[in-house]
């Protein structure tokens, strides 16, 4: 069964810092890999998607992720941290054929200024 | 844009009640799902439902039944509520499309107090 493992529950930044959120994923095949972002009291939206194609996505808000297929990993960053990215993040896996998805518990992510 | 609207912000319940939370999308997609959202758990899979009439268990089904009667619509129910089931519920559709997988889209979330 697949599986995401997000390291950190809770990440603290200050504003202007550099934001890395990390995401293992465990497949013995190929992945689709998301993010999404939840900010209080909604529910998620999607931040970018990885489906074969370019290994390193850019999704909304300047934030950016790279697949790792050797360290099965597909972490998501941003350059500079604004206030206004404070908010819960989620990993999620899916496969080609499968209507589900896999999420990671989670990483909150807090900005200080 | 895709909508998916779900039929209530916040919902408090009594013990023992049977409660209904509706999910609607208006974009077609044939797969909808149910989730609950627990501080340090992230979201758990309850059901999910390919076509209309169709559902299948997800990881916690237990206490919980799902109705789709209508391709658009997805119903959770609980049929009787359980302070053990005071959580975030959120809904979510995608289209199924043969060879790839499309992001799931997500309502705003039903806040259910049980007392």
């Known amino acids: 069964a697949q599986s995401v493992t997000q390291l950190g529950s809770h990440v603290s930044v200050s504003e202007g810092a550099l934001v890395l959120l990390r995401c293992n994923y465990s497949?013995?095949?190929?992945?689709?890999l998301f993010w999404y972002v939840q900010y209080p009291n909604q529910g998620l939206q999607l931040l970018l998607k990885?489906?074969?194609?370019?290994?390193l996505v850019k999704g909304i808000n300047g934030f950016e992720a790279e697949f790792k297929k050797s360290e099965t990993s597909f972490h998501l960053t941003k350059p500079s941290a604004h206030m206004s990215d404070a908010a819960e993040y989620f990993c999620?896996?899916?496969?080609?054929?499968?209507?589900?998805?896999?999420f990671g518990k989670g990483t909150m992510l807090l900005v200080s200024p | 844009d895709v909508k998916v609207t779900q039929s209530s912000r916040y919902l408090v319940k009594r013990t023992g009640e049977k409660v209904f939370l509706e999910c609607v999308q208006d974009?077609?997609?044939?797969?909808m799902f149910w989730y609950r959202q627990d501080p340090g758990l992230g979201l758990r899979l309850i059901y999910f439902?390919?076509?209309?009439?169709?559902?299948e268990k997800g990881d916690i089904p237990e206490g919980y039944s799902v109705s789709r009667e209508k391709k658009e619509r997805f119903s959770l129910i609980l049929e009787s509520a359980s302070t053990n089931q005071t959580s975030m519920y959120l809904c979510?559709?995608?289209?199924?499309?043969?060879?790839?997988?499309?992001?799931?889209?997500f309502g705003p979330g039903t806040r259910l107090t049980v007392l």
């Open positions: 439902s390919y076509d209309v009439k169709m559902k």
């Open positions: 999620a896996v899916g496969y080609s054929g499968y209507s589900t998805l896999t």
């Open positions: 979510a559709s995608t289209p199924r499309r043969q060879g790839t997988y499309n992001e799931q889209f």
């Open positions: 974009m077609d997609h044939e797969n």
């Open positions: 497949s013995s095949v190929p992945p689709y």
């Open positions: 990885y489906t074969s194609a370019a290994t």
